[in-house]
Nanobody, 119 residues
Framework: QVQLVESGGGLVQPGGSLRLSCAAS????????MGWYRQAPGKQRELVAT???????NYADSVKGRFTISRDNAKNTVYLQMNSLKPEDTAVYYC?????????????WGQGTQVTVSS
């Protein structure tokens, strides 16, 4: 089991920045992938960025060049630095941990943190 707690959301003006944090209840060094997803009202949850245990990173096209995902294994924390924010980035952002065990995937989710980009 892994408990995930997000923080850092809030209200920001277009062009502004926020940094989201995801604190895990156990070591993340053995978790295969950590990621951020978001869900806007009336839309499906979508991938924002993922980072694997060996440091491979993947971004959604819509955030490339603006968002940066990173992990600090010593602090059991994953971050999402969001720059040049746009109104369309408004959503609830969820942290995800994916662990593979005996060929089966195990997904863990945080409770989400609201990000609102508005003037």
């Amino acid at each position: 089991q892994v408990q995930l707690v997000e923080s850092g959301g809030g209200l920001v003006q277009p062009g502004g920045s926020l940094r989201l944090s995801c604190a895990a209840s156990r070591s993340i060094s053995s978790i295969d992938a950590m990621g951020w997803y978001r869900q806007a009202p009336g839309k499906q949850r979508e991938l924002v960025a993922t980072i694997t245990s060996v440091g491979s990173i993947n971004y959604a096209d819509s955030v490339k060049g603006r968002f940066t995902i990173s992990r600090d294994n010593a602090k059991n924390t994953v971050y999402l630095q969001m720059n040049s924010l746009k109104p369309e980035d408004t959503a609830v952002y969820y942290c995800n941990a994916l662990r593979w065990s005996f060929g089966a995937p195990y997904d863990y989710w945080g409770q989400g943190t609201q990000v609102t980009v508005s003037s």
